[in-house]
C-alpha cells in the first residue's frame, strides 16, 4: 500500500513541452525527495524538500513543496527526451538520518522528438 | 566498485524454490535498505540495518523473507518457498551514516525476480 499518489501516472509529451507532476500524501513527512529511474537501474536521488513551502530549481526542474509538507509537484521546463524516466517522489524523515523511504506510485514520462 | 551493486542481475526461479539475492554497498557504508518494486510500481520499504544490526523489518511481507548482513557489509536477502507474487525487482540501497556525511540513499541497480 502506497501513502503517496502521483498523477499523473503517464505522459507522454513532445521535446519543448512543458509539465507538471503532482504527488500527494494524507500524511505530514519531515522531508520530501524526488527520484528518477531508468530502466535497469535504481532511483536516483534529484532534490531533497525540506521547509513547507520551499521551492528548489535544479536547472529546467523546479521542485515545491506544500505549506504544510503533505504534497509537492515537480515541474519540468522545456522538455528532453534525456528527461525520459519514471518520477518518483518519496516522503522521509529528518534530513541528517538515516531512515526509510515511503515512495510514491511513480509517473513515467516519456518525451519524443 | 564506486557504487551499490547486486547481483544476480536476473533471475528466473519456480515456485517454491528459495533464491538468495546478494548487495554490496558502497564501502563504509553504514545503514542498508532493500526494497521491493512491482512492476509499474514505486518501491516499498522491505528491512533496514545498521551496520550488522536489523532495526526493522516491518516491511518483509511473510515469514518466507529473510535478510542478514553479519558482517556489516554485504546484505543478502532470501526468500524461502518463492510465490509468484514475490516476482519483483528487489533494490539496495545503503547511506554513508558517518558524521558530516550526506544521508542520500544510494542504489543499486536491482535484481529482477521472476517465480514462473
Known amino acids: 500500500t502506497q501513502l503517496l499518489e502521483q498523477s499523473p501516472q503517464f505522459l507522454s509529451i513532445q521535446e519543448g513541452e512543458n509539465l507538471t507532476v503532482y504527488c500527494n500524501s494524507s500524511?505530514?513527512?519531515?522531508?520530501l525527495q524526488w527520484y528518477r529511474q531508468e530502466p535497469g537501474e535504481g532511483p536516483v536521488l534529484l532534490v531533497t524538500?525540506?521547509?513547507?513551502?520551499e521551492v528548489k530549481k535544479l536547472k529546467r526542474l523546479t521542485f515545491q513543496f506544500g505549506d504544510a509538507r503533505k504534497d509537492s509537484s515537480l515541474h519540468i521546463t522545456a522538455a528532453q527526451p534525456g528527461d525520459t524516466g519514471l518520477y518518483l517522489c518519496?516522503?522521509?524523515?529528518?534530513?541528517?538520518?538515516?531512515?526509510?523511504?515511503?515512495f510514491g506510485t511513480g509517473t513515467r514520462l516519456q518525451v519524443t522528438l | 566498485g564506486a557504487g551499490v551493486s547486486q547481483s544476480p542481475r536476473y533471475k528466473v526461479a519456480k515456485r517454491g524454490q528459495d533464491v538468495a539475492l546478494r548487495c554490496d554497498p558502497i564501502?563504509?557504508?553504514?545503514?542498508l535498505f532493500w526494497y521491493q518494486q512491482a512492476l509499474g510500481q514505486g518501491p516499498e520499504f522491505l528491512t533496514y540495518?545498521?551496520?550488522?544490526?536489523?532495526?526493522?523489518k516491518s516491511g518483509l511481507p511473510s515469514d518466507r523473507f529473510f535478510a542478514e548482513r553479519p558482517e556489516g557489509s554485504v546484505s543478502t536477502l532470501k526468500i524461502q518457498r518463492t510465490q509468484q507474487e514475490d516476482s519483483a525487482v528487489y533494490l539496495c540501497?545503503?547511506?554513508?551514516?558517518?558524521?558530516?556525511?550526506?544521508?542520500?540513499?544510494?542504489f543499486g541497480p536491482g535484481t529482477r525476480l521472476t517465480v514462473t
Open positions: 518519496a516522503g522521509a524523515g529528518n534530513p541528517g538520518t538515516a531512515s526509510k523511504l515511503t
Open positions: 500524511s505530514v513527512f519531515s522531508s
Open positions: 524538500v525540506v521547509t513547507g513551502g
Open positions: 564501502s563504509g557504508h553504514v545503514s
Open positions: 540495518f545498521q551496520n550488522e544490526a536489523q532495526l526493522d
Open positions: 540501497a545503503s547511506i554513508g551514516g558517518q558524521v558530516g556525511a550526506s544521508y542520500e540513499q544510494y
